[in-house]
């Protein structure tokens, strides 16, 4: 909380600039051209936000701890200061996810205000809260893994490339997954991202709460924290 309020600025300015350029560009640019592949007869602006705030509570709450996590323990070195401290690894593992969940639930709520000054009629409720708390903790514990996975910058860039931006753009955040390749509408079902992004959006229209979707989403999230507790006491060895 102390290095977020120093570089509050800084923090705001980088949480908002992808979700409004992906807001401007498709939601009120091409918004209506679009509206055609919409399923439901719903307005792909309607069908964007909820993407947009997914996008933002993955992006961040992935990226922030998986860099910070790589150069703590490649670089600076002063990952292993945990490590000697009388802490286990399970708690340096929920202090992680913790602090990666933090972060995507600021940028998503911070993008979430801007959203909602930019689209009259916005209705929120407390489930889209709700899935918005849950998915930040999956997201969370999807950067631990990968962070502690890294082991050069070769890594850094194959991770990004081959499963940071196929998950980014094919989760159904941009674009539905029923208009997808039909091989893709089943693959794309193993990305988290998927089903925050579903739940998200079945929540803010009004759908209710899917509970099937819930349980996908929390499920992720035990079996994501379970392997970057394990990475990291393999990191013993």
Known sequence: MIYWRS????YLATYMLSP?????????GVGRRLQMIMPGGMSYLDFLVPGVVALALFNNGVTSVTIRMFYTRLYWQSFEAYRL????????CLGYTLAGAMRG????????????????????????????LLASLCFGTFGVLIGL????????????????????????????????PGFLQHVVWFFPLTPAAELLRTTLTGNG??????????????????LGWLRLKMLDG
């Open 209 to 226: 709460f899917n509970w099937w979707l819930a349980a996908v989403l929390g499920g992720w999230s035990a079996v994501l924290f379970t």
């Open 105 to 132: 639930l600021l940028a998503g709520l911070i993008v979430l205000i801007t959203v909602f000054l930019l689209v009259p009629g916005l209705k929120l409720n407390w489930p889209f809260f709700g899935t918005m």
């Open 7 to 10: 570089k509050f600025w800084l």
């Open 20 to 28: 409004m350029l992906f807001l401007l560009s498709f939601g009120f």
């Open 85 to 92: 401290a009388p802490v286990s690894n399970f708690s340096i």
């Open 149 to 180: 996975c890294l082991r050069s910058l070769d890594d850094q860039a194959l991770v990004s490339e081959f499963i940071l931006v196929p998950v980014t753009f094919l989760s159904g955040t941009l674009i539905p997954v029923e208009r997808l």
